[in-house]
C-alpha cells in the first residue's frame, strides 16, 4: 500500500477472526487482522504467507482514525466473483429476491412454532421483485436458498448477491409450522435499486375515508384508525394500506421499546387488520387460546415493515 503517500509499505501480523460483522453493509464477512492499515493502503492486498492474495484492505476500527491494530480486509472468496463480473460486463450483477428480511430471535421463533431461532424473516416483499411471482409472503422464514442453509438472517444478502442473475432457485421457507419449497429466479440487484430509487407511489385510496380517529388503549398501546387525518398528522405513505396508527405508547409496556406513535399494525399473527375493533378480537382469541404473546406486523410511516413481538397481558 501507500499509507499518508509514504510510498510502497508493507505490514505484518495476524488473523484474529473470519466472517466479522461490523455492520458496514448487508455483505459483511470480513477477515480481522492487527497488520497496520492506515489511510493510504485501504483497498491493498492482504497476503498469507505463501505470497498468496486472501484478502482486500478495507477497514479499520479507530477513535483516532489511525492504525490501533483492529483493521478488515474483505476475503478473496467475496472479491474474486465480482472481479470476474468486472471483466465480463464491466459492471457488477448481484443477484436479487426483491424481500426485506429481519433476524429471527428466540420470541419470533416460539410466536412462529419454529423451535429454535434460525433463518430469515420475510418482513416485506418488492412489488416489482422476483419473491413476489414466485409465491414468497410475509412471514415466510426463509431457511435455506439454493441448497445453503440460512442460520441467519445476515447469511441471506450475502448468498443472494453471490448467486448469477436468471438462475432459477430453490428457496424452503417455514411457513404455518411446515417445510414449503418455492422457485425463485433471481432478478438483478441493481435494477431493483433504480426501481426503488424511482420511489413510485401507489395511488391507493384511504379505506377509513375521514373517519373520526377514537383512540382505544390496547397491549400497551393507543390506537387509532388509519384515517386521512392520521396519514397527514404522522406523514404516513400511500403505500401503507390497511392497518391501525399508534397514536401512543404506554411507556411502562413492553410495547414501548418496540414501537412509536406514528407506526401503523398491520398484522397479528399474520392475519391483516383493518380496525382497531378487529385487532382487539384477535389479540383476546390468542389469549384464549393460551398465547402469552402476539406477533405484529408493523410499518413505519414511509411503509417500511418489520415483525415485533408484545405480550398479551
Known amino acids: 500500500g501507500n499509507p499518508f503517500g509514504l510510498g510502497g509499505t508493507v505490514t505484518a501480523g495476524i488473523v484474529s477472526a473470519r466472517n466479522r460483522n461490523i455492520d458496514s453493509g448487508p455483505y459483511d464477512n470480513y477477515l ?25 484492505n478495507t477497514a479499520i476500527l479507530s477513535p483516532s482514525g489511525g492504525s490501533i491494530g483492529i483493521g478488515f480486509a474483505s476475503p478473496s472468496s467475496t472479491v474474486l466473483p465480482v472481479i ?7 459492471e ?34 418488492d412489488e416489482k421483485g422476483p419473491a413476489r411471482p414466485a409465491g414468497l409472503k410475509t412471514g415466510d422464514v ?22 448469477p442473475v436468471g438462475k432459477a432457485v430453490d428457496v424452503i421457507v417455514m411457513r404455518d409450522g411446515k417445510e414449503v419449497t418455492k422457485s ?21 385510496a384511504d379505506a377509513n375515508g375521514g373517519e373520526k380517529a377514537t383512540p382505544q388503549k390496547l397491549l400497551g398501546m393507543s390506537l387509532s384508525p388509519l384515517s386521512d387525518t392520521a396519514r397527514q398528522k404522522y406523514q404516513i405513505k400511500d403505500s401503507v394500506k390497511l392497518g391501525v396508527v399508534v397514536t401512543g405508547v404506554d411507556r411502562e409496556s413492553a410495547a414501548s421499546e418496540k414501537v412509536q406513535a406514528g407506526d401503523v399494525v398491520v398484522e397479528i399473527n399474520q392475519e391483516p387488520v383493518s380496525n382497531v375493533e378487529a385487532l382487539s378480537a384477535r389479540a383476546r382469541a390468542l389469549k384464549d387460546a393460551g398465547k402469552k404473546t402476539a406477533l405484529l406486523l ?16
Not at 450483477?93 to 410466536?111: E, F, K, M, P, T
Not at 425463485?184 to 391507493?204: F, M, P, Q, S
Not at 415493515?305 to 397481558?313: A, M, S, T
Open 184 to 204: 425463485v429466479t433471481l432478478g438483478r440487484l441493481e435494477d431493483g435499486e433504480k426501481l426503488a430509487a424511482r420511489g413510485d407511489k401507489g395511488n391507493n
Open 32 to 56: 480481522q487482522t492487527d497488520a497496520s492499515i492506515n489511510k493510504g493502503n485501504s483497498g491493498g492486498p492482504l497476503f498469507n504467507m505463501a505470497g498468496e492474495v486472501i484478502g482486500v
Open 298 to 313: 408493523v410499518a413505519n410511516a414511509g411503509g417500511d415493515v418489520r415483525f415485533v413481538v408484545v405480550p398479551l397481558n
Open 84 to 90: 470476474s463480473q468486472l471483466r465480463e460486463f464491466g
Open 92 to 125: 457488477t450483477r448481484r443477484g436479487w429476491l426483491g424481500v426485506r428480511i429481519q433476524n429471527v430471535d428466540d420470541s419470533i421463533a416460539d410466536s412462529l412454532g419454529l423451535g429454535k431461532a434460525r433463518g430469515a424473516l420475510v418482513a416485506g416483499i
Open 142 to 163: 426463509i431457511v435455506r436458498f439454493d441448497g445453503r442453509d440460512v442460520k441467519e438472517s445476515r447469511d441471506l444478502p450475502k448468498i443472494v448477491a453471490a448467486t
